[in-house]
Nanobody, 124 residues
Framework: VQLQASGGGLVQPGDSLRLSCAAS????????MAWFRQAPGKERAFVGA???????YYEDSVKGRFTISRDDAKNTVYLRMDSLKPEDTASYYC???????????????????WGQGTQVTVSS
C-alpha cells in the first residue's frame, strides 16, 4: 500500500482545510486509517482515525473541529479541519494499519504504511 497525502497549506486562524490521503496498491477499506501530526521538535502525535467499520476516534484537542471521512470508490481518506488554530501547525501524515487494537490507535508503531507529510501552517 502506498499513501499520498496532500492538501496542506498556509491558512489564517479560524480557516478550514481538507487534507487527502490517496491510497494505491490495494484497497484500504478494511484498514484502520489514521492521521498524525508532528510539529518541529515534538513527537508525532495522533490526530484521529477511522476504522474498517467506520467508527471514528479523535484526539481531544481536535474533537468538534476535525472530521475524518473516507471515499471507498477513490480509495481515499480525508481530514477536514475547521476552526484552525496556530497550535494546529504541523506536518500531517496519514497511516494505514491492517490490524490494530482500538486502545493502541494512537501509537505510530501500530501502523504498517505511511504517507509523506503535508505541511499545515496556521498563522495570521
Amino acid at each position: 500500500v502506498q499513501l499520498q497525502a496532500s492538501g496542506g497549506g498556509l491558512v489564517q486562524p479560524g480557516d478550514s482545510l481538507r487534507l487527502s490521503c490517496a491510497a494505491s496498491g490495494r484497497s484500504v477499506r478494511n484498514h484502520a486509517m489514521a492521521w498524525f501530526r508532528q510539529a518541529p521538535g515534538k513527537e508525532r502525535a495522533f490526530v484521529g482515525a477511522i476504522l474498517w467499520n467506520d467508527e471514528k476516534y479523535y484526539e481531544d484537542s481536535v474533537k468538534g473541529r476535525f472530521t475524518i471521512s473516507r471515499d471507498d470508490a477513490k480509495n481515499t481518506v480525508y481530514l477536514r479541519m475547521d476552526s484552525l488554530k496556530p497550535e494546529d501547525t504541523a506536518s500531517y501524515y496519514c497511516a494505514a494499519a491492517e490490524h490494530v487494537w482500538i486502545n493502541l490507535l494512537s501509537r505510530p508503531s501500530q501502523y504498517d504504511y505511511w504517507g509523506q507529510g503535508t505541511q499545515v501552517t496556521v498563522s495570521s
